[in-house]
């Protein structure tokens, strides 16, 4: 399990001490969720607040998962990728020209990645997905930290790693699959089962005890199905 928790859910007044507590913890990426107040109702952060976060990422030699829920996100890659972006995600619904973007990703050195809404079906992605890196589940619909887990999306999970299972990709041999929203040590185990591979979660990181929080989400790990 690869745990990337979300900095949205961090307390911003003190972001890079926050964060570094769950890295010290254990987690393996930071998730960056970047919202333009058009694609999603709320307004998040962008590449400054990403940089605030460089020093951080570069000394604990920690990825960026950088998910874009904005419209024209191609605007926007060179930058991201300049401040340290390991993966770019974009959103399905927001690229018309969704091959060229991720072309353009992965020109700028990084892994690319789509997510599709809790409405957005997975035969969406089946032309581009030999090309993906990352397939980004909503277990929420977008625009917000601490919402409910869907839970239809872990059905869902299971249907992408059944489609991806034959697909190559450019690096490994199948694109990894990452859950976002709500997701929680509760429904980790079944979310592993399903074939998820990595996991992103804010409140469930950030909300109290941090080290305590990612202990849980490896006990889920370890536990037997
Ligand atoms: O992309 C998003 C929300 O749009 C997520 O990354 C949330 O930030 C996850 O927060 P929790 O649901 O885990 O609190
Ligand atoms: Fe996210």
Redesign the pocket.
């Known amino acids: 399990m690869t745990l990337a928790p ?1 900095v ?2 961090a307390d911003f007044g003190r972001l890079e001490a926050h964060a570094r507590e769950a890295i010290d913890a254990g987690a393996d990426w930071l ?1 960056i ?1 970047v ?1 333009d107040g058009h694609f ?1 109702p709320n307004i998040s952060f962008g590449v400054p607040v990403m940089r605030g976060l460089r020093a951080l990422a570069d000394e604990t030699d920690t990825p960026f998962d950088v ?1 874009l ?1 904005i419209e024209e996100p191609d605007r926007y890659l060179e930058d991201f990728a300049e401040a340290g972006a390991s993966v770019i995600t974009v959103h399905q619904e927001a690229c018309p020209h969704l091959h060229r973007t991720v072309q353009a990703i992965h020109a700028l050195g990084c892994r690319a990645g789509v997510a599709v809404n809790p409405a957005t079906p997975l035969v969406m992605l089946e032309d581009v997905l030999g090309d993906l890196d990352l397939v980004l589940v ?1 277990s ?1 619909n ?6 409910s887990f869907i839970p239809g999306s872990t059905d869902k999970v299971r249907r992408l790693r059944q489609m991806t299972s034959g697909a190559q990709t450019a690096g490994a041999g199948r694109p990894l699959i990452e859950v ?4 929680s040590p509760d429904n980790a185990r079944a979310l592993l089962d399903a074939g998820a591979d990595v996991f ?5 990181v950030f909300r109290g005890d941090v080290a305590e929080n990612v202990a849980a989400f490896r006990r889920a790990e370890m536990r037997t199905a």
């Not at 977008?142 to 919402?147: A, D, I, M, S, T």
């Not at 976002?180 to 997701?183: E, H, K, R, S």
Request: glycine content about 24%; cysteine-free.
């Open positions: 979300s949205l859910a998730h969720d919202m999603v998910h829920m909503m929420v977008p625009g917000f930290g601490g919402q976002d929203g709500g997701v992103v979660a804010g409140s469930a």
